[in-house]
């Protein structure tokens, strides 16, 4: 069963505009959630973290919108440059059983074009 | 710093080979944490190490073989392993309670 689940698979955005991620997850005792970013052959890079506490989490570039109610999250890169091309994850943790452990979705991949 | 180093980058090994993974970070974490990544899949848990000691194994088979000989240090030995290992293997680190893992660039291993 799929707790954390990415549906789309890609995503192709223009240079300078919003590029829109997003991520549900079945499990309502999450209570952590994570974006990394991930360029192929190197290891994924954390971005920025969102606690169940709070609906919105802002660095820079980044920002990323927690939904509980719809066990939704998104993250929004404002304006998308040419380097976010790469995939990106969504983790979650804090389940009961989860003992530190990341639960991961199947990423997306972002291209950003020129 | 929000390092963790790993050797190799790149290993080509047979199945009757030993060779070990080396990870290393320098951030004072106490969790470390050893994940196998295939081709546009997430990362898959393998070993957790606290305080040094090991508190998950994801029922991986034994010729995978952790170890932890200090806080800084993470090592991964592998033996008689198959093609389909050939992987790109993670290493992270945490604190304790905090959900933020820091990643290596990772090992791509090909057993041939």
Same mark, same amino acid.
């Given at each position: 069963? !799929?707790?954390? /689940?990415?549906?789309?698979?890609?995503?192709?955005? !223009?240079?300078?505009?919003?590029?829109?991620?997003?991520? +549900?997850?079945?499990?309502?005792?999450? +209570?952590?959630?994570?974006?990394?970013?991930?360029?192929? $052959?190197?290891?994924?890079?954390?971005?920025? #973290?969102?606690?169940?506490?709070? +609906?919105? %989490?802002?660095?820079?570039?980044?920002?990323?919108?927690? %939904?509980? #109610?719809?066990?939704? =999250?998104?993250?929004?890169?404002?304006?998308?440059?040419?380097?976010?091309? $790469?995939?990106?994850?969504?983790? &979650?943790?804090? &389940?009961? +059983?989860?003992?530190?452990?990341?639960?991961?979705?199947?990423?997306?991949?972002?291209?950003?074009?020129? | 710093?929000?390092?963790?180093? !790993? @050797?190799?980058?790149?290993?080509?090994?047979?199945?009757?080979?030993? /060779?070990?993974? /080396?990870?290393?970070?320098?951030?004072?974490?106490? $969790?470390?944490?050893?994940?196998?990544?295939? &081709? /546009?899949?997430?990362?898959?848990?393998?070993?957790?190490?606290?305080?040094?000691?090991?508190?998950?194994?994801?029922?991986?088979? #034994?010729?995978?073989?952790?170890?932890?000989?200090?806080?800084?240090?993470?090592? =991964?030995?592998?033996?008689?392993?198959?093609?389909?290992? #050939? &992987?790109?293997?993670?290493? $992270?680190?945490? !604190?304790?309670?905090? %959900?933020?893992?820091?990643?290596?660039?990772?090992?791509?291993? @090909?057993? @041939?």
């Amino acid at each position: 069963d !799929q707790q954390v /689940k990415q549906n789309s698979p890609s995503l192709s955005v !223009q240079e300078g505009r919003i590029s829109i991620l997003n991520c +549900d997850y079945t499990n309502s005792m999450f +209570d952590y959630f994570l974006w990394y970013k991930k360029y192929p $052959a190197e290891g994924p890079t954390f971005l920025i #973290s969102i606690s169940s506490i709070k +609906d919105k %989490n802002e660095d820079g570039r980044f920002t990323v919108f927690l %939904n509980k #109610s719809a066990k939704h =999250l998104s993250l929004h890169i404002v304006p998308s440059q040419p380097g976010d091309s $790469a995939v990106y994850f969504c983790a &979650a943790s804090g &389940a009961a +059983d989860s003992n530190y452990q990341l639960i991961w979705g199947a990423g997306t991949k972002l291209i950003i074009k020129p | 710093d929000t390092e963790v180093t !790993q @050797t190799p980058k790149h290993l080509v090994m047979g199945m009757t080979n030993k /060779k070990s993974l /080396k990870c290393e970070q320098h951030m004072g974490h106490r $969790a470390m944490y050893w994940y196998k990544q295939k &081709a /546009k899949k997430p990362p898959e848990l393998m070993f957790v190490y606290s305080y040094e000691k090991l508190s998950i194994n994801e029922s991986v088979p #034994s010729r995978f073989s952790p170890e932890c000989p200090n806080s800084s240090l993470l090592n =991964l030995h592998l033996h008689a392993l198959q093609p389909e290992d #050939s &992987a790109l293997y993670l290493c $992270a680190s945490s !604190q304790l309670g905090w %959900n933020e893992q820091y990643f290596g660039p990772g090992t791509r291993l @090909t057993v @041939t």
